[in-house]
């Protein structure tokens, strides 16, 4: 019987959807073994957890530095924004169970402590979503959905039953 060849498409493209994860008292987080999956098959191995807009954050793939060089017509933008993002953040890596350890003053600046958090994957950054932040930003979501899919489907989006 013949392989299959692998999809690598489905490899390259980050896990959709939010999925829980725990962090224990000592500020490790457990990963969903989708995101293990993928990170695992990505070519930038390298993560670097922040806050950024409010939010914990891991930047995956090479997206910090990405990121980071959008602000280059501003240094001093750029230089105040890596300074407070270092401050807080720094890098990180998955440990043999699968678990990454978040800096401490990360956790302390977003008020993070043992508690299960909504993570997404979305354009490789990872966003930590503690649960009261992810009900609301839910509820915000919700509150226009029928009109934005209104507006996404005069744009093209939609599928025509």
Request: aromatic share 8%; net charge neutral; hydrophobic share 35%.
């Amino acid at each position: 019987m013949q392989e299959r060849p692998a999809n690598t498409a489905a490899i390259q493209r980050a896990p959709r959807g939010t999925y829980p994860a725990r962090l224990d008292a000592g500020g490790r987080l457990k990963m969903p073994a989708k995101y293990v999956e993928h990170l695992q098959n990505i070519e930038d191995k390298s993560l670097y957890a922040t806050i950024f807009n409010g939010l914990p954050r891991i930047f995956t793939n090479g997206s910090w530095e990405r990121n980071l060089a959008r602000l280059d017509n501003d240094p001093a933008l750029k230089k105040r924004i890596a300074f407070y993002c270092d401050s807080v953040g720094g890098d990180v890596e998955l440990d043999k169970q699968d678990r990454l350890t978040l800096p401490p003053r990360l956790r302390e600046e977003a008020k993070l402590g043992e508690q299960t958090l909504r993570l997404r994957f979305y354009q490789d950054i990872i966003t930590l979503y503690p649960e009261s932040v992810y009900e609301s930003e839910c509820a915000e979501v919700r509150s226009t959905m029928e009109a934005d899919q209104q507006r996404a489907s005069s744009m093209g989006m939609g599928i025509d039953l």
